[in-house]
Structures are given as C-alpha cells and as structure tokens.
C-alpha cells in the first residue's frame, strides 16, 4: 500500500519513521488496505498520536536544555571575555587624556545647554558666527554635530572613550560652544575660543 493511498483512507499523516512500522504491520496482516486502514483507526490511531505527543513534549524539553546550556556557556564566555579585557585594561594603563577630543566635558556642554537663554543654532547660524568671530568662509564649514573624549595608554595609543550629540549653542560671547570642521582641519568654539580638535 502506498502512503498516499493509507492517508487518504485513515485521515492519519504519519511520519516517515511512523509509516516504515505501519507498513511492516501492513504486510503481515492477513487482509486487504481497507480492513487494514480500518482496524488502524479503531485501534492503533489513537496511540500513534498518543506516542508522537510524547516525543513532542521530549523534544521540548531537550531543546530547552540546549537553550539553558547555550545561555549558560555564552554567560560564561561573556564573563571570561570581560575579565580578560580588563585584565588587558589594566596591563595597558588606559588614562583619560584632555589633549585629544573635545575641549568641553560633557558636564560643562549640559550646564550650558540648560542655561536660561541658551539657544539652540541652526547651521546657518553657526557657520554665521564662525565666520564673525573666526573668518573661515561658511562655504567652507562643517557643523559636526558629536563630539568624543579619548583615552590614552602607556604605548600612547588612543582609543574613544565617551561619543556625545553636539547641537551648537549660543548663551552669550563668552559662554557657547560649536564643534566644526573646514578644508580637512577640525575645531571646537569653546565660550568664544577657538580650539584644535585632535581625533
């Protein structure tokens, strides 16, 4: 009997591994399909999909083995990764540097941002107030809008240890601040000073 042929007379759609026993039963029955596909449903159907739910509910269970298994490992790569980083951190000696990123710690950028009669600039009026108090030519001018601090280590290597939006703001002539670019160079506007920006 075909598979085909006992799924359309049981209603029943076994698995490959099911029908390789239901054919074996098949050829040792001493009837014909159709007594035999009938005698499955009265008898045997029941069991099969008894059976089949069982080793779904097993199958479950060790794949939620597995997952617990995966979660711990990674947990434990994840806490091995980390401590040898820090291990690397400190064998580096990994310092906080102020010659290199921006010239207004993020502290200072806050004060000024809540400020009363802090503004924010439009770009228009950034590169406006860049070339006032500066004379780059605001065709010229890159309003950057982050800014980034940067750690230094023994080997004076740098690595970036803070990255912070960077809206210009305008309070007065002495209290603002603009981090730009022009021809290839960058600069920040700190409370009216002009300041190389190193990255």
């Known amino acids: 009997m075909m598979r085909s042929e006992f799924i359309e007379r049981t209603g029943f759609e076994p698995t490959a591994k099911e029908y390789e026993k239901i054919e074996a039963a098949y050829y040792e029955y001493e009837g014909d399909k159709d007594a035999f596909c009938k005698k499955f449903k009265k008898e045997d159907m029941q069991r099969y999909i008894r059976e089949r739910a069982i080793r779904i509910d097993e199958l479950e269970r060790e794949i939620e083995k597995k997952v617990r298994e995966q979660e711990l490992n990674k947990k434990t790569y994840e806490e091995e990764i980390?401590?040898?980083h820090n291990e690397l951190d400190r064998e580096l000696d990994w310092k906080q540097t102020d010659s290199t990123g921006t010239q207004f710690s993020p502290?200072?950028?806050?004060?000024?941002?809540?400020?009363t009669g802090t503004?924010?600039?439009s770009e228009k009026e950034a590169k406006e107030l860049i070339y006032e108090e500066f004379g780059f030519a605001p065709e010229k001018v890159k309003i950057i809008q982050r800014a980034e601090t940067y750690e230094v280590n023994k080997y004076r290597l740098l690595r970036v240890s803070g990255r912070y939006e960077r809206s210009p703001l305008y309070n007065s002539t002495d209290w603002n601040y603009i981090r730009f670019d022009c021809t290839g160079w960058q600069y920040e506007m700190v409370?009216?000073?002009?300041?190389?920006y190193n990255s």
């Open 82 to 84: 980390n401590k040898l």
């Open 107 to 115: 502290s200072r950028y806050n004060e000024l941002s809540k400020s």
């Open 119 to 121: 503004r924010v600039l």
């Open 191 to 196: 409370n009216g000073q002009l300041y190389e």
